[in-house]
C-alpha cells in the first residue's frame, strides 16, 4: 500500500475514534454500562464553565408538581457537541457552549435519560409512551406504548429513575412500569418482545454479547436473550433478614461478569454465563442505587446512606472508602484516574448536592464542588467536561 493511501487510511480511523470517544449517546456511555468515559486531555479542575436553565424551575415546580412525582434534570446523553437532557415533560438541546439549539414538549414527564443513536432521539414517558424524534430538530418519527401511564405508580419516596432506552445493532430495549423488559424495533418502534418480571422495571437494561441483563424491583437479575428475550438465567438478591431488595440501579458487564447493586445492602458480581454469584460485597443494610463503574475488575460504586462511594477489588473486597459530603444516588463515571462521584440529600429536596474528583489509587478527593441542590442524575464526561443536571433545575458544565 503506498505510504500516502496508508497514512490518510490511518488519519480516518483516528479520526473515527476521536469522534466516537467524544460521545455518550445513552445512559452510563455505552449498552454494557461500564461508566467508563474517555480521559480528558487535560485535567478538569472543578470550575463551573456555565449553566443552563430552560425553564423557571420554581415556577414549574409549583405549576406542574401537582401529580407529586418529581422533576429534575435527567442524565444527559452527549452526540456530536451537542447535549441531550430532560426535565419534567420537556425535552432540551443546547451546544457545547450551553445555548439553547431546541426545546419540545413531550407528552408526559420522565426520569430517563435519552438516547440518541443513529440520528435518532429516544426517550420514554411516564404516561407509558416511547418517543423517538428526529435529533436534528426534535420533530416525531414515532411513539410506541410500553406500559400504563405511571403517575400514580411511584413506589416510595426513592424511586428517583425510569428506565432509559439501549440501542444496539437496530434493537432497542428499554423497561416498564408494568413489570415487563420490552424490545423493540428502533427504526419502526414495532414489538418484538417483552418479558415479564413481578415488579416495576426502573433500571436500564445492559447488552453485551448477544445478552441482556436487568434488575427489577422484585428483586432479581435476569439475563435474557437479546434476540428473542428467553430468559437464560435469574439470581435473586433476597437476603433473610433483610426486609428490602429492589434492584434499582443498572448492571454493568465486563470481563465476564455481571455488576450491579441491591436495596438488599450488596453489591454482586454475578458470572455472565451461568448466573452464579462469585462475590457479594456487603454494605451493612444501604441500599445500592447507584449503578457501578466498572474497569480492570475493580467496581466503583455508591450508597443511599452511610455517605460511602466504595472501590471493590476483583476479589470483592473493598480497596478504598471514601466519605462523601452527602448520600449517593447518582452512577459514577470513571474517565482516566480520575472517578467523578455526585451526592444527592435523601431527606430534603432542597438540601445541597456535590460533585468529587476522586483519584482511583487512593480514593482521596482531588477537589470537591458544591451544588445548591442535591444531584439525582449521573456525571458525564466528554470532551473535557463533565455535564450534571442538579435538582435546581439546571444542567451544569465543569471543567
Not at 435527567?74 to 415533560?89: K, N
Not at 415488579?199 to 445492559?206: E, G, I, L, S, Y
Request: aromatic residues 10%.
Amino acid at each position: 500500500m503506498p505510504q500516502s493511501k496508508h497514512l490518510i487510511l490511518l488519519a480516518l480511523a483516528l479520526s473515527l475514534t476521536s469522534a466516537m470517544a467524544a460521545n455518550s449517546p445513552m445512559f452510563r456511555g455505552d449498552p454494557a454500562h461500564t461508566g467508563v468515559y474517555a480521559a480528558p486531555d487535560q485535567p478538569i479542575a472543578g470550575k463551573i464553565a456555565w449553566s443552563f436553565q430552560g425553564v423557571n424551575y420554581g415556577l414549574f415546580a409549583a405549576l406542574e408538581g401537582l401529580d407529586g412525582s418529581y422533576k429534575f434534570p435527567t442524565t444527559p446523553a452527549v452526540v456530536d457537541d451537542r447535549i441531550y437532557y430532560c426535565i419534567g415533560p420537556f425535552l432540551f438541546v443546547v451546544d457545547e457552549a450551553g445555548k439553547e439549539v431546541y426545546h419540545v414538549k413531550l407528552s408526559a414527564g420522565t426520569l430517563a435519560s435519552p438516547a440518541v443513536v443513529g440520528g435518532i432521539l429516544y426517550v420514554p414517558t411516564n404516561d407509558g409512551k416511547l418517543h423517538a424524534l428526529d435529533a436534528a430538530n426534535g420533530l416525531e418519527r414515532w411513539t410506541a406504548t410500553i406500559g400504563p401511564a405511571q403517575f400514580l405508580n411511584q413506589v416510595d419516596n426513592w424511586d428517583v429513575f425510569h428506565s432509559s432506552a439501549v440501542v444496539v445493532d437496530g434493537m432497542l430495549y428499554i423497561g416498564s412500569v408494568d413489570g415487563r423488559i420490552y424490545a423493540l424495533s428502533a427504526a419502526e418502534g414495532k414489538e418484538l418482545w417483552h418479558f415479564q418480571t413481578q415488579h416495576v422495571v426502573r433500571a436500564t437494561p445492559a447488552v453485551a454479547d448477544g445478552r441482556v441483563y436487568c434488575g427489577s424491583f422484585d428483586g432479581k437479575v435476569y439475563a435474557l436473550d437479546a434476540k428473542t428475550g428467553n430468559k437464560i438465567w435469574e439470581v435473586s438478591t433476597k437476603t433473610k433478614g433483610i426486609p428490602w431488595h429492589a434492584v434499582q440501579g443498572s448492571c454493568a458487564t465486563a470481563g465476564g461478569l455481571v455488576y450491579v447493586g441491591s436495596r438488599s445492602g450488596f453489591l454482586y458480581a454475578i458470572e455472565a454465563a451461568t448466573g452464579e454469584i462469585r462475590w457479594r460485597d456487603n454494605h451493612h443494610g444501604n441500599w445500592m442505587p447507584s449503578s457501578p463503574a466498572v474497569r480492570d475488575g475493580v467496581a466503583y460504586v455508591g450508597q443511599s446512606d452511610g455517605c460511602k462511594i466504595t472501590a471493590v477489588g476483583p476479589e470483592g473486597k473493598p480497596l478504598w472508602v471514601y466519605s462523601a459530603p452527602n448520600e449517593t444516588f447518582a452512577s459514577p463515571a470513571l474517565a482516566g484516574d480520575v472517578l467523578y462521584a455526585a451526592t444527592n440529600d435523601n431527606y430534603n429536596l432542597k438540601g445541597k448536592g456535590s460533585l468529587s474528583a476522586l483519584d482511583i489509587k487512593s480514593g482521596k478527593a482531588r477537589w470537591t464542588l458544591e451544588f445548591p441542590a442535591s444531584i439525582w442524575s449521573s456525571p458525564v464526561v466528554v470532551g473535557g467536561t463533565v455535564y450534571i443536571g442538579c435538582a435546581d433545575g439546571k444542567l451544569y458544565a465543569v471543567r
